[in-house]
């Protein structure tokens, strides 16, 4: 019998509706076994149980993030130009430069997290990339993935023109000449991913682990990983690793679909679901499509024009009846779907294809995924409660964000639509929708729980003074500390099916929770993402511990 270890004289939250709040718990092995008062979990651990005495501090059950680029964003901290810390141009611009003096031998230079509101609507140019390497191949990553900008070697390498003509992507030309600027939008990327440098399984692996690390200091116990790419090593460590007993956390997959290919790969999702679990803590059960792009890169779809280009509604990825097609084949096959939306335009798409396949296969949806959900059309609320969408909000861009908020998202949707974007409170209360939330890491760095929680609060970042109204971002739209807590527990374990096994500290579910140094029902909201992680335990083992680091 596994040893019984009881967590004791402890602030425990539980988020089970029958014990919202407890004293103690016991975990037997992987499991918890009892949570109460002292006295009844003792009663039911035993006299032999070891007693840990958590000193009045609080508990909450391990944090799911319901959406980040685990393993890719990993890829990038570790091996690839960091550009999320450049605060300008030329920032981006010294940090390539810097990167490639220091590796003089590279033959192709990555990098990745310059923003779009550094540069004009047709992004960062190639000659300024040109004038650092001109003889290898340089592509960078924007900070929302939805735009690269690539050197002139690097567009020959990817065999692009200027009258290339790329379905469901933008390939940005210079106003004067007409020749690329150097930027490509959402499908458009598609070539230049085709020629980046395959890493081993191995190197993967380094940052699966990394990735493991930074999810304990966290508090994180299990994630999901949005765009699982088939037949690539990225892919390939995750099932390894599971398969051999490696994984310390739980990792939920959605493999990713494009409408150029998606016809070719039926018969492999099915094929590779089952694959993918065949080990205990890697599964992916959900197929992940882009319906439109992003404001920034003005390619989110929308109901109404852009407040800067009159005649422009941005760009769909899909096609009404290719969405439909897929949609229907998913669910039909048991597979739950997952949908990227920023715009209303692309929420409107994404419940057409929900409606079809229902209404084709005879049987309701299963549980989709809205992600994002920035721009909602409130006459569709009710077609959401209807399709029970599952939402996969983004809570660490609720925010005013300075540089953004007025230069770029005011000037591009008006100041009614930037206003109120990104809906909570009201897509719960009056679309009845559960909410989920996750960081978009690497978009988001670091992808910390408390500090989503902290601005799902306050809705304003956490830089500015939240008692000044003309800093908050709809304020009516601000979840409770409590219901910010669910987004990043149960109710994100819900959109990944995984509520009967985690998400709550309750007896028979895996032991996956955190312990905070402070009590976050107590310290000022603005104050929340402060909290230091004291311990974070994955099925009963711990994977951080505040005081061996």
């Avoid at 939920?252 to 492999?268: K, N, Q, T, W, Y």
């Avoid at 909410?435 to 910390?448: I, K, M, R, W």
């Avoid at 729980?449 to 902290?454: F, N, S």
């Avoid at 009516?476 to 409590?482: Q, R």
Wanted: charged fraction near 25%; aromatic fraction near 10%.
């Amino acid at each position: 019998m596994d040893k019984r270890v009881i967590y004791g004289n402890g602030r425990v939250y539980t988020v089970d509706e029958r014990c919202p709040w407890a004293q103690a718990f016991c975990v037997e092995g992987t499991k918890f076994i009892a949570v109460g008062t002292e006295e009844e979990v003792a009663e039911k651990a035993g006299a032999d149980a070891e007693y840990i005495d958590l000193h009045r501090k609080t508990v909450l059950p391990g944090f799911i993030d319901s959406h980040i680029h685990a393993v890719q964003g990993c890829a990038e901290v570790l091996f690839k130009v960091d550009l999320a810390r450049a605060q300008s141009k030329e920032d981006c611009l010294n940090a390539v430069r810097d990167f490639y003096e220091a590796h003089p031998d590279i033959d192709f230079l990555e990098g990745a997290g310059w923003i779009n509101t550094y540069f004009d609507d047709h992004g960062p140019r190639k000659e300024w990339l040109d004038e650092i390497a001109a003889d290898i191949p340089i592509v960078l990553d924007s900070g929302d993935h939805h735009s690269i900008w690539a050197n002139s070697a690097a567009i020959r390498l990817a065999g692009v023109t200027k009258d290339t003509v790329i379905e469901g992507g933008v390939l940005e030309k210079d106003a004067d000449t007409g020749e690329l600027s150097g930027t490509f939008r959402e499908c458009a990327q598609e070539p230049f991913h085709a020629i980046k440098p395959v890493y081993s399984v191995d190197k993967v692996k380094k940052a699966v682990r990394y990735l493991e690390e930074m999810m304990g200091q966290l508090g994180l116990t299990m994630v999901h990983d949005p765009m699982v790419e088939l037949y690539t090593n990225y892919y390939e460590a995750y099932k390894v690793m599971d398969q051999a007993g490696e994984l310390k956390v739980k990792i939920r997959g959605s493999f990713m679909a494009r409408p150029e290919s998606v016809d070719s790969m039926l018969e492999d999702y099915q094929t590779e679901r089952t694959a993918a679990g065949a080990g205990t803590r890697f599964a992916a059960n959900s197929i992940k499509v882009l319906v439109d792009g992003v404001v920034e890169g003005a390619t989110a779809f929308l109901k109404k024009p852009y407040a800067h280009r009159p005649d422009y509604y941005g760009e769909p990825v899909w096609s009404q009846a290719g969405l439909n097609r897929l949609c229907s084949w998913a669910e039909h096959h048991g597979f739950q779907m997952h949908f990227h939306v920023i715009g209303d335009a692309a929420v409107d798409q994404m419940l057409t294809a929900l409606e079809c396949s229902a209404a084709e296969n005879g049987q309701p949806n299963i549980r989709p995924i809205g992600a994002h959900m920035q721009i909602v059309d409130k006459d569709d609320y009710q077609r959401l409660r209807e399709r029970q969408v599952v939402v996969s909000a983004n809570p660490y861009w609720f925010a005013k964000e300075k540089g953004y908020f007025y230069g770029l998202e005011v000037p591009f949707l008006g100041e009614e639509r930037a206003e109120n974007e990104y809906p909570m409170r009201s897509l719960a209360e009056e679309a009845g929708l559960v909410l989920s939330s996750g960081s978009d890491f690497p978009v988001t760095q670091p992808p910390a729980p408390l500090l989503g929680i902290q601005m799902g609060v306050i809705r304003c970042d956490f830089r500015d003074d939240a008692d000044d109204p003309s800093n908050v971002l709809n304020a009516k739209e601000a979840l409770t500390v409590e219901e910010m807590i669910r987004t990043f527990t149960l109710d994100a374990a819900y959109a990944d099916f995984a509520e009967d096994i985690t998400g709550s500290i309750t007896p028979g579910k895996f032991a996956d929770f955190v312990v905070l140094d402070k009590n976050i029902f107590e310290v000022p909201a603005d104050t929340i993402g402060q909290i230091p992680i004291l311990m974070t335990v994955s099925e009963g083992n711990v994977i951080y511990d505040a005081q061996a680091h």
